[in-house]
């Protein structure tokens, strides 16, 4: 009865160290892995809803006031992204118009994500101006969220959106954007779902990954 006493805690001794070895292994290659890798020349090519083939690619890095920042191109749309070693951020570019006058709301970098990825993070980031335009008030919204859960295996699923509310400028409107990542280790986005709503109208595309290429 004692040695199989014996044995059953030298198991179990086993097991948990086995655990804590896995667990612990995970974690440093989670803190040593890129889910997000921004370098100049990086491209990603994925097939879209319609089973075109898409280009989303670093094209050049760039300074903007003193913050560094990346250029992103995907299907024509550029996206500028700032990172640092424990943070990235979106870069926030609203111009407006109203006759011949352009008027700048918003020019700023938002955290969206630490590094390396936390479980469970989430954060919500809002502004709201008033704008006195040619004598008329003008009003100017926008309020970012963003969540990231980790998935199956060493993946996350990133999620990221952007609500816009401008009135009183010609092209007054709503806005909503929403992109899903799914982010894997040393490759980055491997699926990609961009949802918009502007007024009423809405349009959905997703992607996956078929290439990276670094």
């Known amino acids: 009865m004692i040695k199989s006493f014996k044995f059953f805690l030298l198991l ?3 097991f948990l160290t086995f655990v804590s070895c896995e667990s612990s292994k995970n974690f440093i290659d989670t803190l040593l892995s890129d889910y997000f890798p921004l370098e100049t020349g990086i ?3 994925y097939v879209d809803s319609s089973e ?3 280009a989303r690619e670093v094209v050049r890095d760039t300074i903007i006031g003193n913050e560094s920042a990346y250029v992103v191109e995907m299907g024509g749309e550029i996206e500028l992204w700032g990172k640092n070693s424990d943070e990235l951020s979106f870069y926030v570019k609203k111009i407006l118009h109203r006759g011949d006058y ?4 918003e020019e700023s970098f938002v ?3 630490y590094l390396p990825p936390l479980d469970g993070y989430s954060s919500e980031d809002s502004t709201f101006k008033i704008c006195l335009l040619l004598g008329d008030t003008a009003f100017y919204y926008r309020k970012l969220e963003t969540g990231i859960k ?3 295996g060493k993946r996350y699923r990133f999620h990221m959106s952007l609500y816009y509310e401008n009135i009183g400028f010609e092209d007054s409107t709503t806005e909503f954007i929403e992109r899903t990542y799914i982010l894997a280790p040393d490759t980055g986005p491997v699926y990609i779902k961009v949802r918009r709503v502007v007024n009423q109208d809405t349009t959905v595309e997703e992607f996956n990954l078929l290439k990276f290429e670094r």
Not at 102 to 105: G, H
């Open 12 to 14: 179990l001794l086993f």
């Open 150 to 152: 980790k998935i199956e």
């Open 52 to 54: 075109n083939e898409v």
């Open 43 to 45: 491209k990603w090519t």
């Open 111 to 113: 955290p969206v994500l």
């Open 102 to 105: 352009t008027y700048t709301a």
